[in-house]
């Protein structure tokens, strides 16, 4: 069984600045997704980006980015230039290509910006 | 396009009652999820509908878990009888159908908020 693992529970950065979150986790396939999701006090989760394994290149959408390091089996995520927006909980999550849809989430690391 | 609609928001119920959540997935998507979000934790996926056929049932207590997608559309869950442990966030979400280029991408819910008393 594949699991997720965020060792951050709380990280704090002040606006304009640079966060990273880390992820890892535990797979014997070689064909999968990883995924970051985002969770503010709505609670409705937001796709932030997606990361295909076979891909070396690392995934980037305007100011996040990962570092994917498939070896290591670890997955980060960089916030650049952070706005108060960007304050929720990140999830970090795996999918299966055998298992379309089903997502494993990591227990969330919850990211405050301060002015 | 509009979003994945739940209701209600919140419940609250005592212990040994039942309860049911409604979902409305975005018009067009052929797959529907329910996950249960544990307080201090990732959401674990319950239930997930192909159409109206189930896909995987594998995590839902089905002692005490239902579920049903009507005409491949709305989707209600049902806990009967409800434990203290049932008390969670349980989102609801939807997906087009299988492709590559856009697998992995669910659209969520605000979820329901069930605390067991």
């Known amino acids: 069984a594949q699991t997720v693992t965020q060792s951050q529970p709380e990280m704090s950065v002040q606006e304009a600045e640079t966060v990273t979150l880390s992820c890892t986790y535990d797979?014997?396939?070689?064909?999968?997704?990883l995924f970051w999701y985002k969770q503010p006090p709505s609670r409705q989760m937001i796709l932030v980006i997606r990361q295909e394994a076979y891909k070396q290149q690392n995934a980037t959408e305007n100011r996040f980015s990962v570092n994917f390091q498939k070896a290591a089996k670890s997955f980060s995520l960089k916030i650049s230039d952070s706005q108060l927006g960007d304050t929720a909980m990140y999830f970090c999550a795996f999918m299966s290509s055998g298992s379309w849809g089903k997502l494993q989430f990591g227990a969330g690391t919850q990211v405050v910006v301060t002015p | 396009e509009a979003g994945v609609a739940q209701s209600p928001r919140y419940k609250i119920i005592e212990k040994r009652q039942s309860v049911a959540f409604w979902c409305n997935p975005i018009s067009g998507h052929a797959t529907l999820y329910w996950y249960q979000q544990i307080l201090g934790q990732g959401p674990k996926l319950l239930i997930q509908f192909q159409n109206n056929g189930v896909v995987d049932d594998s995590q839902l207590p089905k002692d005490r878990f239902s579920a049903e997608r009507l005409k491949g559309v709305d989707s209600t869950l049902k806990i009967q009888p409800a434990k203290l442990e049932d008390s969670a966030v349980y989102l609801c979400a939807s997906s087009p159908d299988r492709d590559s280029n856009r697998g992995g991408k669910l659209f969520f819910g605000s979820g329901t908020q069930l605390s067991v008393l």
């Open positions: 797979t014997s396939e070689n064909n999968y997704y």
